[in-house]
């Protein structure tokens, strides 16, 4: 019975992690061709349907931590998803203000770059018990150093879009409620995201200690991994 709950876990996951792989990769394809032509103003109307999809997804992942199906820790797991969520569904998709402007380029490939290379990884290991050398290199050495340039640029960019979509959310009173009203309750999502521009402050300082830490395990050990 454990053997095959085993197979099922790896039949799950080598699925899971490879219908991953190609929506990013559908997603970086997508964003480089429209960046050649017709431009940047055009890459988010291109690749909405795509990135919906491999983002909102990505949910599962808290439940696998939950219930154990990988080992990653629900405390860096679940800021990572929520942050990817509410950029993708509460701001990119609900302001279409904003969905011209060049930082969304910016954001996409740096999401793409660490996501193509993660799931092909865990994908081929699941499938195979293994990794060849170049996914190992590539997941734990190129990931665990290239994030020095993909964490600032993600980040920076996740910052600067809820900053441009501000003036949008105050004007517009989306997902806001207010006075007066029967429930005498108000509640602004201008300040909610003014709040989530804060909350940036302490949350990146400890994701990125974490992925240090990772770093140097990998780097140190990487036979072990």
Known sequence: MAAFLSLLRRLYLTTYNWILFAGWFQVLFLTLKTLKEPGHAHVYSNI?????????????????????????????????ISS?????????????????HPLISSLVISWCIAEIVRYAFYGTKEAFGSAPYLL?????????????????TGIASE?????????????????SVRMPNKWNFSFSYFYVAIGVIAVYVPGVPHLYNHMLRQRKKTLSKPKEE
């Open 84 to 100: 990817r969520l509410y950029m993708v569904w509460g701001i990119l998709y609900s302001f279409p203000e904003v969905q011209t």
């Open 48 to 80: 909405q349907k795509p990135l919906l999809f491999a983002q909102t997804a990505a949910l599962l992942e808290i439940l696998h931590c939950i219930v154990g199906l990988v080992r990653s820790p629900v405390s860096t797991t679940v800021p990572q």
């Open 159 to 175: 910052i600067g879009m809820i900053y441009i979509a501000l003036p949008f959310m105050k004007e517009s009173g989306l997902y």
């Open 136 to 152: 190992l290199w590539l997941s734990y050495k190129c990931r665990y150093s290239t994030f020095f340039v993909l964490y600032p």
